[in-house]
């Protein structure tokens, strides 16, 4: 596997400690997830509780519970570089979420706050001992699943790049039928990368934020900016700015994706992120909300989820974890029959969200609730 490095030493605030913090808890002693360190953290109006933490390098399962605010539903353990690492969002009062990884030596910051809140100081992990990363011989099975999921992630990059550029075409040609038709078509690559493009955490709001999402709306950019424009406005006028800053800042997300570089509990992590995206959030037809092309997104989401979890099957078999396979399976199956039902021979693929009942939306989450569910067990499991 390809460890997380921390690439420079960090320089943090000193009233950083005073806002957000971690607590050790000892070893993980959570579903047989193996050793490892256990960082327990409380999501709190101010931020994360309590303040500043460390861990020996190795594996670490970060465990956020929320006992009742609303002003921090997410925590996000970044290096020096800005790159998320692992991230557990949607995190709402009586609720808990939790993410696992391998860390090297030194100094990580950790985020607690709400989507499109930028002004929250971090808070410092410090990881001490000595660098754990294995030669890829040591660990065939998951050095294969990253090296193929990168390559997975790059090629759906490379398509997404092609597929905004041909949605800007239709928008600069005044074509409003046509790019309607590719709206949800060019975000589709994105929402099987979903977790890998967030990661870059300047680029994701700038590429795929919602209204609410953003505090200035004279800043908003975006496919969801210009959706809004060919819904709501019913033109293409208008786009024109927002089509060139959109195939700018998705050409600059695919230089960085190419250069990008993994670890497999990054790839499980973000398979369960992808559902909770879902089941959290995007159910309720917010994501998509002028367009309603909100099913795709949901394909999307699976897509990704999936590929992830196909990778990592020789690992988990290795592990002899067969029978957490065996639970996983066949609730992928179930989610995507879900979907089929929708499908339709269209542009976009799907009928629009809008057409379902409430009652098709309740069945829907829940068929994710339970894939994600087993889901959430893989990141520990090839961390062992």
């Known amino acids: 596997m390809t460890p997380f ?17 971690l607590a050790a808890c000892g070893d993980d002693s959570s579903g047989g997830s193996g050793g490892g360190t256990e960082l327990k953290v409380e999501l709190t109006d101010a931020g994360c509780s309590p303040t500043e933490l460390t861990a020996p390098a190795g594996k670490v399962t970060f ?32 609720l808990s979420g939790d993410f696992s990884l391998k860390l090297e030596p030194g100094d990580y910051l950790v985020y607690c706050a709400v989507p499109g809140d930028n002004e929250r100081k971090a808070g410092k992990l410090t990881v001490t001992g000595t660098a754990t990363a294995k030669d890829a011989k040591d660990d065939p099975e998951l ?23 041909r949605f800007a075409a239709a928008l600069r040609a005044g074509d409003l039928q046509k790019a309607k038709d590719l709206f949800g078509p060019a975000r589709f690559p994105y929402e099987r990368i979903e977790p890998i493009a967030e990661s870059f955490g300047d680029l994701d709001p700038k590429i795929d934020a919602r209204v609410n999402d953003v505090a200035d709306t004279s800043k908003w950019t975006g496919f969801h900016r210009i959706e809004q424009i060919l819904w ?14 959109l195939v700018a800042d998705v050409t600059e997300l695919d230089g960085k994706i190419q250069a990008i570089e993994l ?21 309720t037809g917010e ?15 699976l897509d990704g989820a999936l590929k992830a979890f196909e990778l990592l099957k020789p690992a988990l078999v290795a592990r002899k974890q067969q029978a957490l396979i065996d639970r996983i399976s066949p609730q992928f199956a179930a989610v995507q029959k879900g979907l089929d039902r929708y499908k339709r021979d ?17 069945t829907f989450s829940q068929q994710i609730d339970a894939l994600a569910e087993p889901l959430s067990l893989v990141a520990g499991k090839v961390l062992d």
């Open 5 to 21: 490095l921390p690439t420079r030493s960090l320089a943090l605030a000193a009233t950083a400690a005073a806002t957000l913090g």
């Open 63 to 94: 465990r956020a519970s929320n006992p009742g605010t609303s002003k921090t539903t997410e925590v996000e353990l970044k290096n020096a570089d800005g790159i998320i690492l692992g991230e557990r969002e949607n995190i709402t009062p009586g």
């Open 143 to 165: 050095a294969k699943a990253v090296e193929q999921y990168k390559a997975w992630v790059q090629a759906q990059s490379d398509e997404l790049l092609k597929r905004t550029k």
């Open 232 to 245: 709501v406005k019913k033109t293409t006028k208008g786009t024109e700015r927002y089509a060139k800053q």
């Open 263 to 283: 670890q497999a509990a990054q790839l499980a992590n973000g398979a369960v992120e992808l559902l909770n995206e879902v089941s959290a959030g995007k159910i």
């Open 287 to 301: 994501e998509d909300r002028y367009s309603h092309t909100d099913l795709s997104d949901f394909q999307g989401n």
């Open 346 to 362: 269209t542009p976009l693929g799907f009928a629009l969200y809008d057409e379902l009942t409430d009652a098709d939306r309740k």
